[in-house]
């Protein structure tokens, strides 16, 4: 297995601008901020190869300029959507190629949060910007809910061993409305004391295990028959498509945010 450092920046409230590292290159995915990135890089002595970026919200571009003024690399970013500097328009199927890094990572399409939205998936590790969060998803702001559900469906059937490398700490508040629709899931419970425990200590929850957020998370459990039973129950009706019970979960998040 290739081996990547994969580096958390935090940045603004709550996010997580991610840097992967190889001997004295990097690339950030999702850099909102330019000023914690050169900060990191200069420290380290590391020279940017590349940027990437997931969707066009600003707390996930808003970098790239300052970035480009510096370093003037390669920006991957989705085909479909207005993303500052690019010069790789993706879409899935595509490899970015990553030689300084020794790293390859192919596009995956993952719309909902935002129509063009893309993830990035290689070396076990996903890169998956507001689209699946630890133990909740990204909000629906230009995509249905059966486009963001077989947008989650597809990461889904990633290894379970996948590394989910996603863009904000929203974990306890996700935690805490997953307990709303199962109580009782013992591994969410579990999940609940490990990842308290690592936020009172200022360490991030993510990333997490994919197996883990097939477990927990309940935007990923739409089949499952305890969340079909909840999701029935808030809705006041039958729910016969997987697509109608992840709908009715994210509104009834919605409805608690
Ligand atoms: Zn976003
Ligand atoms: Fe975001």
Redesign the pocket.
Known sequence: MHMIQVIPIPAFED?YLWLLVHGAYAAVV?P?DAQPVLHYLQQHKLTLCAILCTHH?G??VGGNRELLAHYPVPVYGPAHETIPGRTHAVVEGDCVQLPKLELELSVIDVPGHTAGHVAYYGAESLFC??TLFACGC?RLFEGTPQVMYQSLSKIARLPDATQVYC??EYTLDNIRFAKVVEPANPDLLEREARDRNSRANHQPTVPSFLGLEKRTNPFLRSQVPTVIQAAQTYAGRALTEPWQVFATVRAWKDALD
């Open positions: 996010n999702d909102g919200h707390d996930h910007g507001d990204g863009a904000h």
